[in-house]
């Protein structure tokens, strides 16, 4: 993003103002409305950061939505998240004679203040996935999350009293479980590319551990995994997880007890040797993770094989 101009955005309202439209009824959430952006304000090398949450489906965008280097091609049925100081752009890529549709819901994190989703909403894991890792929904799932929305827009829009704070947060709640369901979802129903990501893990792995320079190279990362499959850490590790049960870490780690069991039951290198071999600094550091896998120290499980 070297030489593009960011954008910092406070506040919904300033939000509103940068596309010329008036302020919204609530100054800390606001349901807005895709139809109203102009294209032509999205231009090219364009790059945004927001003090709030932004979440969306858009139809019809004539534009690029970016994540750093990463881009998405916008279409039907095609929601995103994006947390607080998250930086995304827009690139200009063609005019549409299709209206644009869709929705942005803005939720400034003050309106959280003081429920249980301020510290909640952190679990949510998708607010961390890269801009090619969108959220795909099916017609019945889009207008399960429509429906929601507009109870939020509704309810902030009609009926500000001491209830309505409460009541907003659930339908938020609601918004964001409905998401993680739909995620899960598509982990399955991509079952067959998402073996062929599982595969490629374990290939990474392999040629990793296969590097004759590994003992100076260190411990292979879960980043430098995702890195290899253009996926962020987050959501390779979701994705993961839904497939074997084990989050990347743990697969690599599975991937090093079995290295180093070879090691120890194929070569006489002593436990500081293997230690090294395998990418370890200190071999301490290695005989304590081989005993929390196997409940054998190294030198035990050597002993017992032979």
Request: some cysteine; charged content about 20%.
């Amino acid at each position: 993003m070297k030489g593009q101009k960011v954008h910092r955005i406070k506040t919904i309202q300033e939000f509103y103002s940068h596309k010329g439209i008036p302020a919204p009824a609530h100054p800390l959430i606001s349901l807005f409305d895709y139809s109203l952006i102009n294209c032509t304000e999205e231009s090219d090398n364009e790059y945004f950061v927001f003090d709030f949450y932004h979440i969306s489906i858009k139809k019809n965008a004539s534009v690029k939505y970016k994540y750093g280097q990463s881009s998405y091609d916008f279409d039907n049925g095609v929601m995103f998240f994006v947390a607080p100081n998250q930086v995304f752009g827009t690139e200009q890529i063609a005019e549409t004679m299709a209206s644009k549709e869709g929705w942005l819901l803005l939720i400034h994190p003050n309106f959280l203040w003081n429920t249980s989703l301020a510290k909640n909403i952190k679990k949510y894991d998708y607010f961390d996935y890269a801009v090619n890792e969108a959220l795909f929904l099916s017609e019945k799932e889009e207008a399960i999350l429509n429906t929601i929305v507009k109870n939020i827009e509704k309810e902030s829009h009609e009926n500000l009293d001491k209830f309505s704070q409460s009541i907003i947060v659930s339908q938020i709640e609601t918004l964001l479980n409905y998401s993680e369901r739909f995620y899960q979802r598509q982990f399955l129903t991509r079952n067959k590319n998402n073996h062929k990501i599982l595969s490629k893990t374990e290939k990474i792995l392999n040629d990793y551990f296969a590097i004759p320079e590994l003992s100076s190279q260190g411990l292979p990362t879960v980043q430098y995994v995702a890195d290899m499959l253009h996926l962020s850490p987050i959501y390779l590790s979701s994705l993961l997880k839904s497939i074997t049960g084990q989050s990347t870490q743990q697969i690599i780690h599975e991937k090093l007890i079995e290295k180093a069991k070879e090691k120890l039951t194929t070569t006489n290198l002593t436990i500081s040797e293997i230690a090294y071999e395998l990418g370890f600094e200190h071999a301490q550091s290695f005989s304590k993770l081989f005993k929390t896998k196997t409940n054998f120290s190294p030198i035990k499980f050597r002993q017992a094989f032979n």
